[in-house]
Every structure is written in C-alpha cells, then in structure tokens.
C-alpha cells in the first residue's frame, strides 16, 4: 500500500516502551556493553522534530494490561497522521532456558488490537531474536523485522522508514502460522533436562512442506521499496562435482536501489 517509506510532513505516533528502552542484544553470554546506543524514539525526534508524539503503551516489565496505557495511546494515536508500534520479547530470549510461548507479551497484542480499529496507517516494528506470533497481521499496513539489531540499529531503522536505504534483508527462518505446525510441537519440553529431536531433517520449512502446510512467512522471504524482474533461469546438476548449479539475470525494474536473493 506504499505506506513506506514515510512521507517528510507526516505527523508520527511513536507507540511502545521499547521505542525508548530497544531490544539489541540477546542475554547471557551473548550481551555486551556497546560503545554507542541510540534509541529509535531519539532518531525519530531529531528527524521530524514536533511531528513526532510518543506513548509507552505498555510495561515492559509486567506482561499485564494497563488501561492507562492504552488509552494514552489511542489519544496519541487520533493525532497523527501515521502510527508506529514497536513491540518485542524484551529480555525473555537467553541461553539456558526457553520461551514458554510463542506470542508477544499480552499488554503488548492488546494495545495492537486497540490501534487497529483506529482505522490509521500502522506500521508494525517488532524486536526479537526468533519467530513470534504477529497478532492483527492483516489489519497492520507495514512490518519491519528488526530482529536484535545491535548498536546501530536505530540509526539504520530510521533510514529504512525514511527511504534512505530500502531494506532488502531476508529471513533466517520460517514463521509458522501455528505454532502447532511444526513437527517438533508435540514434542518440545522433554522431560527433566532432556528434549528430543524427533523430527529429525524436517525441521522449519522442510516440515511444512512434508505435511503441506502454508508458512505465515516463508525461509527466504523479504520485500524491498523495489521491484526486481527474473529471466532465463536454468537448474544444471553437476555430477562431477556434487553440486546443483543455478544460472539466470536479475535485473532491479523499480526507482531505488536494493538487494535481493
């Protein structure tokens, strides 16, 4: 719907504790101090200066609903001309232990839920480290996987929103529409210390392509501000050096520069 990039005279809504409080890093032995660390908020701030207004929406620190919250946002929400949620796990993805679902916190998909029926742009801007529920996926006009993305990655999602770059990312791994459709569902927890891998080569897309089930976004999948026509594609399989050999033109047919796969 071209709702991206943002336009330069737009009033902005900024929803959501982690647009001043963003997720970078995963725990554990994983996190370290950066040297520099801006906020999604500060770059917003500084690029449409009054035209930016901001609301928490939610704790990050209590998954509970607070009403407060929510209606600040909605109140915000009315007065601008496009909204911004960001939304995450915040620090519930570390080594030695498991998320116990797969949904983003419950303050978190309720305050969605409000904003949606605000009957506004929306663009949906979630922080993690691995595949979540996306809750009103077909009421949301953009999302943007930020994933953890590090110390610059406020800076980098300001250009990306403001179409200095286009993003041009894909992703590392399938979303299932149900959690229940991946075939180690039935399995996962183990028991005391010990999970099994029953499902052995089948995992991510392989395991919805053997029972024939439809990913929400598949292995590979990512959209650029672009368009990008493919031609004379041939598949040669190599037997002399084990290998399957793909050749074929890809040519960028749109006005931005991009990348793709």
Do not use: W
């Not at 959501?16 to 770059?43: D, E, F, R, W």
């Not at 009315?78 to 232990?97: C, P, R, V, W």
């Not at 419950?106 to 009957?119: G, M, P, V």
């Not at 041939?234 to 520069?257: A, F, P």
Request: hydrophobic share 35%; proline share 4%; aromatic share 8%.
């Amino acid at each position: 719907d071209s709702v991206l990039p943002l336009k330069h005279h737009l009033k902005i809504a900024v929803i959501g504790a982690l647009a001043k409080n963003p997720l970078i890093q995963g725990q554990g032995s994983s996190l370290v101090q950066p040297l520099h660390h801006q906020t999604a908020y500060n770059c917003l701030k500084q690029y449409y200066q009054d035209q930016v207004l901001y609301s928490k929406g939610y704790d990050v620190a209590d998954s509970k609903t607070n009403e407060e919250d929510v209606l600040e946002a909605i109140e915000i929400s009315k007065q601008s001309d496009t909204i911004l949620i960001f939304a995450g796990l915040s620090d519930s993805e570390s080594e030695g232990y498991d998320r116990l679902t797969s949904s983003l916190p419950k303050n978190q998909i309720d305050l969605i839920d409000a904003l949606t029926k605000i009957r506004k742009p929306l663009i949906l801007i979630i922080q993690n480290g691995s595949p979540v529920a996306i809750p009103k996926l077909d009421q949301v006009d953009g999302l943007l996987m930020m994933y953890l993305s590090g110390e610059g990655g406020s800076e980098a999602l300001l250009d990306i929103l403001i179409g200095r770059v286009s993003p041009s990312g894909k992703l590392a791994e399938t979303y299932p529409i149900n959690v229940s459709d991946l075939p180690s569902h039935s399995k996962f927890g183990g028991k005391e210390k010990n999970v099994y891998y029953r499902e052995r080569q089948l995992v991510g897309y392989r395991g919805l392509d053997e029972r024939e089930l439809q990913p929400q976004f598949a292995f590979g999948f990512g959209l650029t501000y672009t368009s990008f026509s493919y031609h004379h594609f041939t598949l040669y399989n190599d037997i002399e050096h084990r290998r399957i050999v793909i050749k074929g033109t890809i040519k960028n047919i749109g006005d931005m520069q991009a990348k793709t796969v």
